[in-house]
């Protein structure tokens, strides 16, 4: 059974920094880019980054670049994000996603339950 499931949000100050961690499960990551997008309260899911299933390839929403970093460790079967430089616009909840390589061409998408991230003073 596929599983996605992220760690890490939680209550910064402005600022601040965050890292975000997504452990997987049932899947063989090397196959799969991965993903982050999040959902502030009442609004759209907004796309904010995306690593290539070997971590040589990555993409950043204009909104988190230069202050996000996304990562992999396929030997954990785990993605991470980086945050730094946190504003209270970053508030929302960060999902998690993968999307599995089956054949050239084919290939299955996965979620997370998500991880809450709240930036206050």
């Known amino acids: 059974e596929v599983q996605l499931v992220e760690s890490g949000g939680g209550l910064v100050q402005p600022g601040g920094s965050l890292r975000l961690s997504c452990a997987t499960s049932g899947f063989t990551v090397s196959r799969a880019a991965m993903s982050w997008v999040r959902q502030a309260p009442g609004k759209g899911v907004e796309w904010v980054s995306t690593i290539n299933s070997s971590g040589g390839s990555t993409s950043y929403a204009d909104s988190v670049k230069g202050r996000f970093t996304i990562s992999r460790d396929n030997t954990k079967n785990t993605a991470y994000l980086q945050m730094n430089s946190l504003s209270p616009e970053d508030t929302a909840v960060y999902y998690c996603?993968?999307?599995?390589?089956?054949?050239?061409?084919?290939?299955?998408?996965?979620w997370g339950q998500g991880t809450q991230v709240t930036v206050s003073s």
């Open positions: 996603h993968a999307n599995i390589m089956l054949i050239t061409g084919h290939s299955n998408e996965y």
